[in-house]
């Protein structure tokens, strides 16, 4: 395999930590070792930056994977050779053909030489040289010259014991590694809103646990088993997903007998919010996490939040809020979950949805229309029959 190893190059926030960069190299490599441990590859910092020695494993499925690790920049797979110039520019010539096999016309072309090794007995400039004149020589008519801004662009570095060749850089997901910033827990639907807000914290570097309200039987098994789905997919990204189910039926009777229909939905996010508060302390989460964009919905302007959120302490992050829905469903599509996200199957919100919901609520009113409801006994049974579900990469 002419590949041997990738290189994985650091989020450039990592790189900028100062005294905690060791913190946040060491959680990405370990969770680069957790997605690549059944592939048999070898994760190993070396020099200051991160490498993959692939011992004959799959490139592309390697590469898949480590894609979807937060903390990665890029990737490069790279050809190793000896310290031997014959054998840099034999190598940098396979290395070239092999990008150039999907290309038909001439392309434009750079070799970029990095000698780390001063004893090695060519500089830069020369290996630069000698490098592009052998494959140009060799390679007539598909390559132009172009040190400015070229389509092709082969990185040669001279290490300490071999050299590396490379001209591919494939995107990573930036962020920072899932672990460097505490849990918090995410409040999940089944819209297409809260797996993309879950992943956004994840990217951040939050661990994520889930809630889900749900109300069988108006709510279909069908309707849970998409919101396994999602959690599945999060997983993909963050390596391992706590999903809490709550049992939600009851409250909503209760809310549907003794509240205004108008306010229906402001009591119900009220009670979701008291229910994940309790929740998040017994896990030890440190924030909870909304889909909410501002202005989206009756349950979404500042008057509802307002009115929603002052039956907790805890932190709330919204990292949808200042998104349109165009760009909420462009990250859902990147990520896997929008497919998922829009089967037909109802929420316990949309099932009890009002004609007229109230917009401005008022929280003197809210806390009115919640006199006639035992709140700490309603939230204590649904808290008792919690059900939890654990999801990794490998479910």
Not at 226 to 246: E, W
Not at 305 to 333: E, H, Q
Request: glycine letters at 6%.
């Amino acid at each position: 395999m002419m590949y041997s190893t990738l290189i994985a190059r650091l989020a450039g926030e990592i790189a900028i930590k100062g005294k905690n960069r060791s913190h946040f190299e060491k959680m990405l490599i370990e969770n680069m070792r957790g997605v690549t441990k059944e592939l048999g590859v070898k994760v190993v910092r070396e020099g200051g930056r991160i490498e993959v020695k692939l011992n004959g494993a799959d490139l592309d499925e390697t590469v898949t994977r480590l894609k979807k690790v937060f903390g990665i920049s890029s990737l490069s797979p790279v050809a190793e050779v000896e310290l031997d110039m014959e054998q840099i520019k034999e190598m940098a010539l396979t290395v070239v053909r092999d990008a150039l096999e999907s290309r038909t016309t001439p392309i434009t072309f750079k070799v970029e030489a990095r000698r780390a090794n001063k004893l090695f007995p060519l500089g830069s400039p020369e290996i630069t040289q000698e490098v592009g004149r052998h494959v140009l020589g060799n390679i007539p008519g598909a390559l132009k010259v172009d040190v400015h801004n070229p389509a092709l662009k082969l990185i040669v570095e001279v290490r300490e014991t071999k050299a590396y060749l490379t001209c591919d850089v494939i995107p990573g997901p930036g962020g920072l590694p899932v672990g460097t910033s505490g849990r918090v827990l995410l409040l999940l639907s089944g819209g297409i809103d809260s797996p993309v807000a879950g992943y956004l914290a994840m990217r951040r570097g939050a661990m994520v646990e889930a809630i889900h309200f749900h109300s069988f039987p108006f709510t279909s098994e069908r309707a849970q088993e998409k919101v396994n789905d999602l959690a599945k997919i999060l997983a993909q990204h963050g390596g391992r997903i706590r999903l809490h189910n709550v049992h939600f039926t009851e409250i909503q009777r209760q809310i549907r007998m003794h509240c205004p229909e108008e306010y229906s939905i402001t009591i119900m996010r009220r009670f979701m919010m008291r229910i994940a508060d309790r929740l998040a302390y017994k896990r030890k989460c440190l924030a909870l996490v909304t889909g909410e964009s501002l202005g989206q919905v009756a349950s979404q302007t500042l008057e509802s939040m307002y009115t929603i959120n002052n039956v907790t302490n805890m932190p709330i992050l919204r990292p949808l809020v200042s998104m349109d829905k165009v760009d909420i469903m462009r990250i859902a599509n990147d990520i896997g979950t929008y497919e998922t996200s829009i089967l037909p199957y109802e929420d316990c919100c949309t099932v009890f949805l009002p004609k007229n919901p109230k917009t401005k609520p008022k929280l003197y009113e809210a806390i009115k229309a919640e006199e006639k409801l035992d709140i700490d006994a309603l939230v204590e049974e649904a808290i008792e029959k919690t059900e939890s579900l654990i999801f990794s990469r490998d479910s």
